[in-house]
């Protein structure tokens, strides 16, 4: 599903809560509180060396590859590692969660006691909740 600007709609309700509903074609998917959403903006720059690097830049852009040419650069890579055999079947999604575990590595902190989100953990069990109060 995509989701426009306009598919995010901001409104105070009658206590004076701050909401964001999710709509599509006039009807509302999901209500949110507005403390359950974290925004986020993103800028990219791209900065290069010359006027020639800028034009190949372009040039570049003019002709994007392809899903299957990206899905071979990664097969090529995973079966040069020894990961994933260039030959072996693998479903779309086992192929997204290799390509995550084997190209996105999140460091953990080191001067964290528990080095994970645990204040997410009173979603998964509320009994939680009081213990967590104090950090999260």
Not at 26 to 38: A, I, K, N, Q, S
Not at 64 to 87: H, Q, W
Not at 101 to 112: F, G, I, M
């Amino acid at each position: 599903m995509c989701i426009r600007d306009s598919d995010l709609r901001y409104r105070k309700d009658a206590t004076g809560a701050h909401i964001w509903d999710l709509v599509s074609d006039g009807e509302v998917l999901r209500t949110y509180p507005e403390d359950d959403l974290r925004f986020s903006v993103v800028y990219r720059a791209r900065c290069f060396e010359d006027n020639a690097t800028v034009q190949a830049y372009k040039a570049m852009q003019d002709t994007p590859i392809t899903l299957e040419e990206t899905n071979a650069i990664f097969r090529a890579d995973l079966d040069k590692r020894g990961i994933l055999a260039a030959n072996k079947e693998i479903t779309p999604f086992d192929f997204g969660i290799l390509l995550l575990n084997t190209y996105v590595k999140y460091p953990l902190s080191a001067n964290a006691l528990i080095p994970f989100n645990y204040c997410a953990l009173e979603r998964l069990y509320p009994f939680m909740k009081p213990i967590l109060k104090p950090f999260c």
